[in-house]
């Protein structure tokens, strides 16, 4: 590889790490990408003549701002706002909000960093961005989040927009959230702008088959790959990591396929149902009543539960689909899994491999769905509720199911497409990351050095 290449991309790399210390997933993300972007700036030295690089891994702007509110006992409470604009290239911003007591200023840039990349995949007019709160939801109640995400709402209304930047929900956000967040933006704006937030309730703009698109999404682009190898979902064990909403419905999804569900998480421990998991019980007991997965095997005759959500990946599987939080898989626990016969890992999470595990899958031969193409289905659908926003009407689930199924078909085919015309054929995480970035270069090229 040409080393005058190779010097540019470690440069960059080395300008992150000084200019943005201590926010390690962020330091992560950039050398994730730019290191699988050698052949393309060698194709394409017009990128590093007009410093893309150096240009793509600054945001365009990044907002922090207090969030004052008063719990339940008349205490005033103080949080941390986040919202950062990372790349309107080829679109308004968008994407989610997250409310987790471990969000700070590098989370939500590696976010956002990712989604420039995963928007742009999914071939809709969306940039990338990411936000949130170190706000934590678990144990308050509902009028503690309300007050909570109105107080949010106050100050990041003046930065959002329909046509400027579209949060949506991520961990700690969901419909609940968004209903508070989005009747505090109609309220200071005095304008019903439906599609400024997408995840929203089906009575007031939400799209059906949004709660279900990211988890549907990433069997999908799955089952894309694995057809394209002669294999299938049919038979196979799988271990799922995580019980929200990506996990429930890449498990529902993987069931449809003809998969056993096998086994699933929170962040106190994990179920193993050699059975086959319930589905039913675990949305009674996560969607309803909010409690731990634990409470699976009360109601679940042979089910088994342990504490400790990390040892899932001890559980022997086909197919493992990380579906929980980033970095769930170490180099230690892909060695386990490789050593266990996993053959297929799918990324429903955002970054759930660390950098060296994903490597040691792909010298192992394991097939690897990448994170930013496999679960693309969740903004993807969010787009197409922001085009049923614009018209004013809405779409049957199954319409936006199809919709989603073709667009997680094209995101498989693009990325194959790239990883071969590169030289990578096979590596789908190479192959996403060049066909993502492909798209954003060359529109920042046309708008010049801005």
């Not at 007031?204 to 088959?209: F, T, V």
């Not at 319409?399 to 590169?422: P, R, T």
Request: proline share 3%.
């Amino acid at each position: 590889m040409d080393n005058n290449v190779k010097q540019v991309i470690e440069s960059v790399i080395e300008d992150v790490k000084l200019r943005n210390k201590g926010e390690a997933e962020f330091h992560q993300t950039i050398e994730e990408v730019l290191h699988s972007l050698e052949g393309v700036l060698v194709k394409h030295p017009e990128y590093v003549k007009e410093s893309i690089l150096e240009r793509i891994v600054e945001p365009e702007r990044q907002i922090m701002f207090r969030v004052p509110w008063v719990d339940d006992n008349g205490n005033i409470q103080v949080n941390r706002g986040f919202r950062v604009q990372f790349n309107s290239a080829i679109g308004p911003y968008k994407g989610g909000l997250r409310f987790h007591p471990s969000v700070n200023l590098g989370i939500i840039k590696f976010l956002g960093f990712e989604q420039i990349f995963k928007n742009s995949l999914t071939g809709l007019p969306i940039g990338g961005g990411k936000g949130g709160s170190d706000f934590n939801p678990k144990g308050r109640s509902d009028r503690e989040i309300m007050r909570f995400c109105q107080s949010f709402m106050t100050e990041l209304y003046r930065h959002i927009g329909p046509n400027v930047d579209v949060p949506a929900g991520d961990i700690g956000v969901g419909a609940r959230e968004i209903g508070f967040l989005f009747g505090q933006y109609k309220r200071i704006r005095n304008s019903y702008d439906a599609g400024v937030l997408t995840g929203k309730g089906l009575t007031y703009g939400g799209s059906l088959a949004r709660k279900e698109a990211t988890g549907f999404g990433v069997v999908y682009f799955v089952n894309e790959m694995l057809n394209y190898h002669n294999q299938s979902f049919q038979g196979k064990r799988v271990v799922v990591s995580g019980s929200g909403n990506v996990a429930i419905y890449a498990a529902e999804k993987a069931i449809e396929h003809g998969a056993k569900v096998i086994a699933m998480c929170d962040s106190a421990g994990y179920i193993v149902d050699e059975n086959g998991v319930d589905l039913e019980i675990v949305k009674q007991i996560k969607e309803v009543e909010r409690k731990r997965i634990k409470e699976y095997v009360s109601r679940k005759e042979g089910a088994q539960y342990f504490e400790g959500q990390k040892q899932i990946w001890t559980v022997k599987c086909d197919i493992a689909l990380p579906c929980a939080t980033q970095n769930d898989i170490d180099i230690n626990d892909a060695k386990l899994l490789v050593g266990n016969g996993t053959t297929v890992i799918g990324e429903g999470a955002n970054m759930p491999c660390t950098n060296e595990a994903v490597q040691y899958f792909l010298e192992k031969g394991l097939l690897v769905a990448p994170a930013k193409a496999a679960n693309a289905g969740g903004v993807a659908t969010s787009a197409l509720e922001m085009s049923q926003n614009s018209m004013r009407l809405s779409w049957t689930f199954e319409e936006v199911e199809e919709k989603l199924k073709g667009i997680m078909k094209n995101i498989f085919a693009v990325s194959k497409d790239a990883a071969e015309e590169y030289g990578y054929a096979g590596n789908y995480v190479v192959g996403a990351n060049i066909a993502g970035f492909l798209k954003v270069a060359d529109s920042m090229m046309s708008h010049g050095v801005i």
